[in-house]
Nanobody, 125 residues
């Protein structure tokens, strides 16, 4: 079992930065692939970024590549999403998620077993 709690969301102007955190509890965190997804009303949940259990392999959606950075600290059971050069189209509820096996790209939401409650990110123009 893994329980996830996101924090760090808020309102920011376009071009600004935010750092999301996802605190995890459970013995399996350090061996879990972690992902970040986002969702806006009326749309499906969208993949943002993922990081493997070692923290050495990451993968990003094209829409955020070069602007967002995912990282993790297994000693603190926390995964981060640093978001720079934010755009109004980044506005969404952001979720972190955990899966217990590595399937390569790890960009499919249906493969993630555990989810946080989400944190709102709003980027004003």
């Amino acid at each position: 079992q893994v329980q996830l709690v996101e924090s760090g969301g808020g309102l920011v102007q376009a071009g600004g930065s935010l750092r999301l955190s996802c605190a995890a509890s459970g013995r399996t965190f350090s061996s879990s692939v972690m992902g970040w997804f986002r969702q806006t009303p009326g749309k499906e949940r969208e993949f943002v970024a993922t990081i493997d259990w070692t923290g050495t392999s990451t993968y990003y959606a094209d829409s955020v590549k070069g602007r967002f950075t995912v990282s993790r600290d297994n000693a603190k059971n926390t995964v981060f999403l640093q978001m720079n050069s934010l755009k109004p189209e980044d506005t969404a509820v952001y979720y972190c998620a955990a899966k217990l096996y590595d399937s390569g790209k790890n960009d499919m939401s249906r493969d993630y077993a555990y989810w946080g409650q989400g944190t709102q990110v709003t980027v004003s123009s």
